[in-house]
Nanobody, 123 residues
Framework: QVQLVESGGGWVQPGGSLSLSCAAS????????MGWYSRAPGKERELVAH???????NYADSVKGRFTISRDNAKNTVYLQMNSLKPEDTAVYYC?????????????????WGQGTLVTVSS
Protein backbone atom coordinates (compact mmCIF):
# COMPACT_ATOMS: atom_id res chain seq x y z
CA GLN A 1 0.00 0.00 0.00
CA VAL A 2 1.32 3.42 -0.98
CA GLN A 3 -0.13 6.74 0.10
CA LEU A 4 0.50 10.30 -1.02
CA VAL A 5 -0.14 13.10 1.45
CA GLU A 6 -0.31 16.64 0.09
CA SER A 7 -0.01 19.88 1.99
CA GLY A 8 0.37 23.58 1.37
CA GLY A 9 -2.81 24.65 -0.36
CA GLY A 10 -4.83 27.66 0.68
CA TRP A 11 -5.90 31.14 -0.30
CA VAL A 12 -3.64 33.76 -1.80
CA GLN A 13 -4.10 37.08 -3.56
CA PRO A 14 -3.21 37.44 -7.24
CA GLY A 15 0.53 37.84 -7.66
CA GLY A 16 1.22 35.87 -4.51
CA SER A 17 3.01 32.59 -3.95
CA LEU A 18 2.23 29.20 -2.50
CA SER A 19 4.28 26.07 -2.05
CA LEU A 20 2.82 22.57 -2.24
CA SER A 21 4.42 19.39 -1.07
CA CYS A 22 3.49 15.74 -1.49
CA ALA A 23 5.11 12.91 0.44
CA ALA A 24 4.85 9.26 -0.50
CA SER A 25 4.85 6.57 2.16
CA UNK A 26 4.31 2.84 2.35
CA UNK A 27 5.83 -0.14 0.59
CA UNK A 28 7.97 1.45 -2.09
CA UNK A 29 11.00 0.13 -3.92
CA UNK A 30 11.38 3.24 -6.01
CA UNK A 31 9.44 6.11 -7.56
CA UNK A 32 9.80 6.93 -11.21
CA UNK A 33 8.01 10.05 -12.40
CA MET A 34 6.09 12.36 -10.11
CA GLY A 35 3.74 15.11 -11.12
CA TRP A 36 1.21 17.74 -10.18
CA TYR A 37 -2.18 18.00 -11.83
CA SER A 38 -4.97 20.51 -11.39
CA ARG A 39 -8.71 20.37 -11.73
CA ALA A 40 -10.37 23.75 -12.00
CA PRO A 41 -14.11 24.10 -11.42
CA GLY A 42 -16.01 22.69 -14.36
CA LYS A 43 -12.89 21.45 -16.12
CA GLU A 44 -11.04 18.20 -16.61
CA ARG A 45 -7.94 17.36 -14.61
CA GLU A 46 -4.82 18.44 -16.47
CA LEU A 47 -1.08 18.22 -16.09
CA VAL A 48 0.63 21.15 -14.39
CA ALA A 49 4.20 19.87 -14.04
CA HIS A 50 6.08 16.60 -14.24
CA UNK A 51 9.50 15.46 -13.04
CA UNK A 52 11.37 12.24 -13.71
CA UNK A 53 13.48 10.39 -11.18
CA UNK A 54 16.51 11.95 -12.86
CA UNK A 55 15.17 15.46 -12.47
CA UNK A 56 13.98 16.18 -15.99
CA UNK A 57 10.98 18.51 -15.84
CA ASN A 58 8.20 19.67 -18.09
CA TYR A 59 5.42 22.17 -17.53
CA ALA A 60 2.09 23.19 -18.92
CA ASP A 61 2.48 26.29 -21.07
CA SER A 62 0.21 28.22 -18.72
CA VAL A 63 2.61 27.88 -15.77
CA LYS A 64 6.02 28.04 -17.45
CA GLY A 65 8.20 30.64 -15.79
CA ARG A 66 5.90 30.87 -12.76
CA PHE A 67 5.84 27.36 -11.26
CA THR A 68 8.78 25.15 -10.34
CA ILE A 69 8.58 21.44 -9.63
CA SER A 70 11.29 19.68 -7.65
CA ARG A 71 11.71 16.48 -5.70
CA ASP A 72 13.72 14.98 -2.88
CA ASN A 73 14.24 11.33 -3.75
CA ALA A 74 15.56 10.50 -0.28
CA LYS A 75 12.28 11.73 1.21
CA ASN A 76 10.01 10.44 -1.60
CA THR A 77 8.63 13.96 -1.77
CA VAL A 78 7.70 16.24 -4.65
CA TYR A 79 7.23 19.99 -4.38
CA LEU A 80 5.53 22.67 -6.43
CA GLN A 81 6.56 26.27 -5.94
CA MET A 82 3.90 28.53 -7.40
CA ASN A 83 4.73 32.19 -7.96
CA SER A 84 2.89 35.06 -9.62
CA LEU A 85 -0.38 33.25 -9.06
CA LYS A 86 -3.40 34.21 -11.14
CA PRO A 87 -7.12 33.72 -10.47
CA GLU A 88 -7.18 31.14 -13.27
CA ASP A 89 -4.75 29.01 -11.23
CA THR A 90 -7.58 28.36 -8.78
CA ALA A 91 -8.08 24.60 -8.68
CA VAL A 92 -7.68 21.45 -6.67
CA TYR A 93 -4.10 20.29 -7.11
CA TYR A 94 -3.29 16.59 -7.07
CA CYS A 95 0.06 14.90 -6.97
CA UNK A 96 0.77 11.61 -8.71
CA UNK A 97 3.58 9.14 -8.31
CA UNK A 98 4.56 6.20 -10.49
CA UNK A 99 5.77 3.71 -7.92
CA UNK A 100 7.48 0.34 -8.01
CA UNK A 101 6.26 -1.61 -5.00
CA UNK A 102 6.71 -5.10 -3.58
CA UNK A 103 4.33 -7.80 -4.68
CA UNK A 104 4.01 -11.56 -4.38
CA UNK A 105 5.80 -11.81 -7.74
CA UNK A 106 8.62 -9.50 -6.71
CA UNK A 107 7.50 -6.04 -7.74
CA UNK A 108 4.65 -4.22 -9.42
CA UNK A 109 3.89 -0.83 -10.90
CA UNK A 110 1.44 1.41 -9.04
CA UNK A 111 0.04 4.74 -10.16
CA UNK A 112 -0.84 6.55 -6.94
CA TRP A 113 -2.78 9.79 -6.53
CA GLY A 114 -2.98 12.15 -3.60
CA GLN A 115 -6.27 13.36 -2.16
CA GLY A 116 -5.92 16.86 -3.57
CA THR A 117 -5.35 20.25 -2.01
CA LEU A 118 -7.34 23.37 -2.86
CA VAL A 119 -5.58 26.49 -4.12
CA THR A 120 -7.69 29.62 -4.33
CA VAL A 121 -6.35 32.79 -5.94
CA SER A 122 -8.59 35.80 -5.47
CA SER A 123 -8.64 39.33 -4.17
Amino acid sequence: QVQLVESGGGWVQPGGSLSLSCAASGSIFSINAMGWYSRAPGKERELVAHITSGGTTNYADSVKGRFTISRDNAKNTVYLQMNSLKPEDTAVYYCKADCISPSSRGSRYLEVWGQGTLVTVSS
